[in-house]
């Protein structure tokens, strides 16, 4: 007997038919008519097992477990295939796969013009699934959700249970639980706190983009504090896990006076923004604050301090609240702890604090020097704020990493500062990202820094660090695809960061996907032109298109500052004499370099491998381990060593390493 919420057709025990589309199961193929849907194994698999689960709930905990039953995966990596398989149906109206917010998701492969509370139909020939909609048309979100439950207590049972009943009366009847509803719920969101103005949130927000306030004083040190301002609101409502929330490293380019919220919020593309101005007398600051909704300009929400206020930190506790309240969130008790949290009380060590994260971004031996001097002076104002502790060690591992301070240097201050924000905190995010970058850059512990980095994720999925740095134990580990998708999510928190976009490239580049890589690349050059670590020259090597190749590591070059002379040898060796030539003459440059200042072992074994010199390879490989260069974590899935991986030298290496048993 077919299930009674679905029309699936098995036209054979191989193949499963709804709508337009077939299931060829035993080609692991999508067709719709004659024509293959593209989809990756992975969807494909997520689509397959929903089809045979119809007409019911499916949570995420059992799709993960279908899927990936040998293997753990965050939400991102379902909500990823979720979004290629929906794509592929055409289905962003969610025709087949609904998803039942908090619980999961249901196919359904009608198109039911109602919708009932538990998708419990009786007949289903003759019974259409009850949907709520307004009189206008409109349907009821979860918004009202609160309202929803309180009617449906007083409202029979066999409404809510989508029992046949006679068609007028059902009209009726659904009418007045709409009405009932709408009524219920419009008293419910006009309570207001404080001198707020709330509106209904019509559109659902999935997505926000908190903008840096605009200061109204002349005091060019407070765009800091309208920065410090945004930033302290995107770490209490990155918390609540219940949408996406640009991070400061993709707003802080916004800091200008004159910034358009729209503009701004359409670039970052997101459902709604959070824009406000500041003005401070002393220690003193009033604001005025609007939630906005990015599509058609409306106003969601609105918050005006007319009076001075003393206490910056109860005025945040203020916006918090009130934005979680006029997007009408349910929130357990950990997330009203979380949401109230202040994690230091000294105004200034917060400045600094916000002025050390705007110059660790910038990802540059001076940016991430400048940023460890801010939390440290922030440290001395306030000894006990765990997220300063955590921020400057997250400064010391980048420079080691790219050879702008020894690697014994980093790994004596990043584990102090580690264990130092772990002990204040051990519920900051931000703290355990901190300790996932320690475990597996620094003391090469991959399941140290897999631990740590999934305790980050469950204290705050769009923790961004996390999604740039986790998949690199992913893609060592194997899991290619995993590493891939934690990528891309890391993409979606935060569009517009190069960071995260070049993240992604690199992941491409060492899961072999060389023409992805490049086009990623070429998709961070055209939003960032100047960015100092676009590098598609490795992709082009691999691809043996060397002329490529050549210019693009000549302008990586020229951004990392090398003199243009030195730039012209190094073409003129290529031109005149080929690859080899080249490659011999950037490694005598790079060996008299090397007698004024330190040079990377493992950049000099990459030089000699390009020459051919595989002895001298393993040699500075050696080298680099003794040195404990970070980037030797890398070294068992880089295409670079290839060659070298049979040899049992490079094979001793990595189980020294710990890359192999």
Same mark, same amino acid.
Not at 505 to 515: C, I
Not at 544 to 562: H, T, V
């Given at each position: 007997?077919?299930? +009674?919420?679905?029309?699936?057709?098995?036209?054979?025990?191989?193949?499963?038919?709804?709508?337009?589309?077939?299931?060829?199961?035993?080609?692991?193929?999508?067709?719709?008519?004659?024509?293959?849907?593209?989809?990756?194994?992975?969807?494909?698999?997520?689509?397959?097992?929903?089809?045979?689960?119809?007409?019911?709930?499916?949570?995420?905990?059992?799709?993960?477990?279908?899927?990936?039953?040998?293997?753990?995966?965050?939400?991102?990596?379902?909500?990823?295939?979720?979004?290629?398989?929906?794509?592929?149906?055409?289905?962003?109206?969610?025709?087949?796969?609904?998803?039942?917010?908090?619980?999961?998701?249901?196919?359904?492969?009608?198109?039911?013009?109602?919708?009932?509370?538990?998708?419990?139909?009786?007949?289903?020939?003759?019974?259409?699934?009850?949907?709520?909609?307004?009189? $206008?048309?409109?349907?009821?979100?979860?918004?009202?959700?609160?309202?929803?439950?309180?009617?449906?207590?007083?409202?029979?049972?066999?409404?809510?249970?989508?029992? !046949?009943?006679?068609?007028?009366?059902?009209?009726?009847?659904?009418?007045?639980?709409?009405?009932?509803?709408?009524?219920?719920?419009?008293?419910?969101?006009?309570?207001?706190?404080?001198?707020?103005?709330?509106?209904?949130?019509?559109?659902?927000?999935?997505?926000?983009?908190?903008?840096?306030?605009?200061?109204?004083?002349?005091?060019?040190?407070?765009?800091?504090?309208?920065?410090?301002?945004?930033?302290?609101?995107?770490?209490?409502?990155?918390?609540?896990?219940?949408?996406?929330?640009?991070?400061?490293?993709?707003?802080?380019?916004?800091?200008?006076?004159?910034?358009?919220?729209?503009?701004?919020?359409?670039?970052?593309?997101?459902?709604?923004?959070?824009?406000?101005?500041?003005?401070?007398?002393?220690?003193?600051?009033?604001?005025?604050?609007?939630?906005?909704?990015?599509?058609?300009?409306?106003?969601? =929400?609105?918050?005006?301090?007319?009076?001075?206020?003393?206490?910056?930190?109860?005025?945040?506790?203020?916006?918090?609240?009130?934005?979680?309240?006029?997007?009408?969130?349910?929130?357990?008790?950990?997330?009203?702890?979380?949401?109230?949290?202040?994690?230091?009380?000294?105004?200034?060590?917060?400045?600094?604090?916000?002025?050390?994260?705007?110059? !660790?971004?910038?990802?540059?031996?001076?940016?991430?020097?400048?940023?460890?001097?801010?939390?440290?002076?922030?440290?001395?104002?306030?000894?006990?704020?765990?997220?300063?502790?955590? $921020?400057?060690?997250?400064?010391?591992?980048?420079?080691?990493?790219?050879?702008?301070?020894?690697?014994?240097?980093?790994?004596?201050?990043?584990?102090?500062?580690?264990?130092?924000?772990?002990?204040?905190?051990?519920?900051?995010?931000?703290?355990?990202?901190?300790?996932?970058?320690?475990?597996?850059?620094?003391?090469?512990?991959?399941? $140290?820094?897999?631990?740590?980095?999934?305790?980050?994720?469950?204290?705050?999925?769009?923790?961004?660090?996390?999604?740039?740095?986790?998949?690199?134990?992913?893609?060592?580990?194997?899991?290619?695809?995993?590493?891939?998708?934690?990528?891309?999510?890391?993409?979606?928190?935060?569009?517009?960061?190069?960071?995260?976009?070049? $993240?992604?490239?690199?992941?491409?580049?060492?899961?072999?996907?060389?023409?992805?890589?490049?086009?990623?690349?070429?998709?961070?050059?055209?939003?960032?032109?100047?960015?100092?670590?676009?590098? +598609?020259?490795?992709?082009?090597?691999?691809?043996?298109?060397?002329?490529?190749?050549?210019?693009?590591?000549?302008?990586?070059?020229?951004?990392?500052?090398?003199?243009?002379?030195?730039?012209?040898?190094? !073409?003129?060796?290529?031109?005149?004499?080929?690859?080899?030539?080249?490659?011999?003459?950037?490694?005598?440059?790079?060996?008299?370099?090397?007698?004024?200042?330190?040079?990377?072992?493992?950049?000099?074994?990459?030089?000699?491998?390009?020459?051919?010199?595989?002895?001298?390879?393993?040699?500075?490989?050696?080298?680099?381990?003794?040195?404990?260069?970070?980037?030797?974590?890398?070294?068992?899935?880089?295409?670079? =060593?290839?060659?070298?991986?049979?040899?049992?030298?490079?094979?001793?290496?990595?189980?020294?390493?710990?890359?192999?048993?």
């Amino acid at each position: 007997m077919n299930n +009674p919420l679905t029309d699936i057709k098995n036209l054979t025990a191989e193949t499963r038919s709804f709508g337009d589309f077939t299931l060829d199961l035993r080609r692991a193929r999508l067709l719709r008519g004659d024509q293959e849907v593209k989809l990756r194994p992975k969807p494909f698999d997520v689509l397959k097992y929903l089809i045979e689960n119809p007409g019911r709930v499916v949570t995420k905990e059992e799709l993960l477990q279908a899927v990936w039953p040998d293997s753990f995966v965050t939400d991102d990596s379902l909500v990823q295939c979720l979004r290629e398989v929906r794509r592929a149906l055409g289905d962003d109206q969610q025709r087949y796969i609904k998803t039942v917010p908090r619980r999961g998701y249901i196919f359904d492969a009608e198109a039911p013009e109602y919708r009932s509370a538990t998708h419990n139909v009786a007949d289903p020939e003759k019974d259409e699934e009850p949907r709520l909609v307004t009189a $206008g048309g409109h349907e009821l979100t979860k918004q009202s959700s609160d309202a929803a439950e309180a009617t449906s207590a007083i409202l029979p049972h066999a409404v809510w249970n989508g029992f !046949r009943v006679n068609r007028k009366a059902q009209a009726l009847t659904l009418s007045l639980v709409a009405l009932i509803v709408v009524l219920s719920y419009s008293l419910i969101s006009s309570r207001t706190s404080g001198k707020s103005d709330r509106t209904a949130t019509g559109p659902k927000v999935r997505s926000i983009a908190v903008l840096p306030f605009k200061p109204l004083n002349a005091d060019a040190s407070d765009e800091y504090l309208g920065l410090g301002m945004a930033d302290t609101l995107i770490t209490r409502l990155s918390a609540l896990k219940q949408f996406i929330v640009r991070p400061t490293s993709a707003i802080q380019k916004y800091i200008s006076p004159n910034q358009d919220w729209q503009a701004a919020g359409r670039e970052q593309m997101v459902d709604a923004v959070l824009e406000g101005s500041i003005q401070r007398s002393g220690d003193k600051v009033r604001v005025t604050v609007r939630l906005l909704n990015v599509k058609d300009g409306s106003p969601l =929400w609105a918050y005006k301090c007319d009076e001075y206020c003393e206490n910056i930190f109860a005025m945040q506790d203020i916006i918090s609240e009130e934005v979680a309240g006029a997007l009408a969130l349910k929130l357990t008790g950990a997330e009203r702890a979380r949401l109230a949290k202040h994690y230091t009380d000294n105004a200034k060590a917060y400045q600094l604090y916000v002025k050390g994260v705007f110059f !660790r971004n910038q990802l540059t031996e001076k940016g991430l020097k400048k940023s460890i001097e801010c939390f440290q002076k922030a440290i001395e104002l306030d000894p006990g704020y765990a997220l300063a502790y955590a $921020g400057e060690a997250c400064s010391y591992d980048p420079l080691a990493y790219i050879g702008y301070i020894p690697v014994s240097e980093a790994q004596t201050k990043s584990r102090t500062l580690v264990m130092k924000a772990l002990e204040l905190d051990d519920s900051l995010a931000e703290a355990h990202a901190a300790a996932g970058e320690y475990k597996f850059f620094v003391e090469w512990d991959l399941n $140290g820094g897999e631990r740590e980095y999934k305790r980050a994720l469950e204290l705050n999925p769009n923790e961004q660090l996390t999604h740039i740095e986790y998949p690199a134990i992913l893609l060592v580990e194997g899991r290619i695809e995993e590493s891939i998708a934690m990528s891309k999510s890391g993409l979606e928190i935060d569009p517009l960061s190069p960071r995260a976009g070049k $993240g992604l490239a690199e992941h491409y580049f060492l899961a072999r996907q060389y023409d992805q890589a490049i086009e990623q690349y070429n998709k961070v050059r055209e939003l960032f032109p100047n960015y100092i670590m676009i590098n +598609p020259g490795p992709s082009y090597e691999q691809k043996r298109m060397f002329d490529q190749a050549i210019n693009e590591y000549l302008d990586l070059e020229a951004r990392w500052g090398m003199r243009a002379e030195d730039i012209a040898t190094l !073409r003129q060796a290529y031109v005149g004499s080929g690859w080899r030539a080249y490659w011999q003459k950037r490694l005598d440059m790079a060996n008299a370099e090397a007698k004024r200042k330190p040079v990377q072992a493992i950049f000099l074994a990459s030089l000699y491998m390009r020459l051919g010199e595989k002895d001298r390879a393993i040699e500075w490989l050696q080298k680099a381990y003794e040195r404990h260069d970070m980037q030797l974590i890398m070294l068992s899935v880089g295409p670079t =060593w290839d060659s070298l991986r049979s040899d049992q030298r490079f094979a001793d290496l990595l189980r020294r390493i710990g890359l192999a048993s």
